[in-house]
């Protein structure tokens, strides 16, 4: 499944046969979306190859960590490496055929905008899982 930024200069691949993706509510990643919620998947560095761009990238972080990397010419939000490069955040808004993706999970729920009336399918998580770990495993 192939995806990629706005102005296509970045793009990638991920080996993945059912897309399970999950939406976070909290206040950053409503700001490094832009909108109610971002939507997200993880999947492991070997199912995740760059085909272009990936030298096109900006990143910011937080000294909490929290990191968001970005098209350096159009702005989307592109895939970061998380632990070190075993797994790859992607965002899902980039895919290209999804028809059979699957929203599974709303994170960080109890801190949503008050105007964020999403109908949230998938199971609600107060906050961001305690163990990210068996989370992870889950959408794999
Ligand atoms: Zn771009
Ligand atoms: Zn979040």
Redesign the pocket.
């Known amino acids: 499944m192939r995806g990629q930024?706005?102005?296509?200069?970045?793009a990638f691949e991920i080996d993945c046969e059912r897309l399970k993706l999950y939406q976070c509510h909290c206040s950053l990643c409503r700001r490094q979306s832009g909108a109610a919620c971002n939507a997200a998947t993880i999947v492991p560095g070997e199912r995740f190859r760059w085909l272009q761009g990936s030298n096109r990238t900006s990143s910011w972080a937080k000294p909490s960590g929290f990191r968001t990397d970005f098209?350096a010419?159009?702005g989307?939000p592109v895939p970061n490496s998380l632990r070190g490069g075993a797994y790859q955040w992607v965002p899902a808004g980039l895919l290209e055929e999804t028809t059979d993706a699957q929203v599974v999970a709303q994170l960080c729920w109890a801190s949503r905008a008050s105007w964020d009336v999403s109908t949230a399918p998938g199971l609600l998580h107060d906050a961001v899982p305690e163990n990210f770990g068996a989370f992870i495993n889950a959408l794999l």
């Open positions: 930024c706005l102005c296509g200069a970045v098209c010419t159009c989307s």
